[in-house]
C-alpha cells in the first residue's frame, strides 16, 4: 500500500472520528452555555465549560481512534501516548479559545454570519451567539496538529510487526 493510500484513509477516519468528537465537544460546551446563561464576558466560565466538553468528548475519541481509525490495539504507552498529545491538543485549544475571546473572534464571527447569511442567522439563532462560534476557528487550527500527534502515538511500533 502506498504511503499516501495509508495515511489518506487513516485522515479520513481521523476526520470521521474527529467530526463526532468535535460535535459532542461543541455540543457539551453549547449547551452547558446555554443552560448556564454564559456570555462571552463570562471568561472563566467558558473555560470551563469548554473543559467539560473536551473531556466528554476525549473519552469516545481514544477508543474509537485505537479501533477504527488506527485500527491498532491498546498498551499503556499508547494510551500515556493518546493523553499526553491531547494534554498537548488541550493546551492548545484553551490557549487559542482564550485568544480568540481577548480579540472578540466570536462577535467577529456572529456578526459574519447575520450579515452574510441572515437566513441561516433566521434558521439558527444559536450561530449568532458569540460564544458559541468561539470553539470554531480553535478546532480548524487545532484538528491538523492533533491528528499528527495521535497517529504517532497510537501507531508507534505496528510498523515494526508489519
Known amino acids: 500500500m502506498r504511503l499516501a493510500e495509508k495515511y489518506g484513509a487513516q485522515f479520513a477516519r481521523f476526520f470521521v472520528v474527529g467530526v463526532g468528537a468535535t460535535i ?13 446563561g454564559l456570555t462571552e464576558c463570562d471568561q472563566a466560565a467558558l473555560n470551563l465549560s469548554y473543559a467539560f466538553g473536551y473531556i466528554v468528548s476525549f473519552l469516545g475519541n481514544y477508543a474509537a481512534s485505537l479501533r477504527w481509525t488506527f485500527r491498532t490495539s491498546g498498551s499503556l504507552s499508547k494510551g500515556a501516548g493518546f493523553a499526553f498529545s491531547h494534554v498537548i491538543n488541550a493546551t492548545l485549544h484553551f490557549l487559542l479559545l482564550n485568544l480568540f475571546i481577548r480579540i472578540g473572534m466570536g462577535s467577529f464571527l456572529a456578526s459574519g454570519i447575520v450579515c452574510y447569511t441572515p437566513w441561516l442567522a433566521e434558521h439558527f439563532p444559536i450561530l449568532t451567539s458569540p460564544d458559541t462560534l468561539l470553539p470554531l476557528p480553535v478546532f480548524v487550527i487545532a484538528v491538523p496538529i ?17
Open 146 to 162: 492533533n491528528f499528527l500527534m495521535v497517529r504517532f502515538f497510537l501507531t508507534r511500533g505496528d510498523e515494526k510487526k508489519a
Open 24 to 36: 459532542v465537544h461543541w455540543g457539551c460546551y453549547a449547551g452547558v452555555n446555554r443552560l448556564l
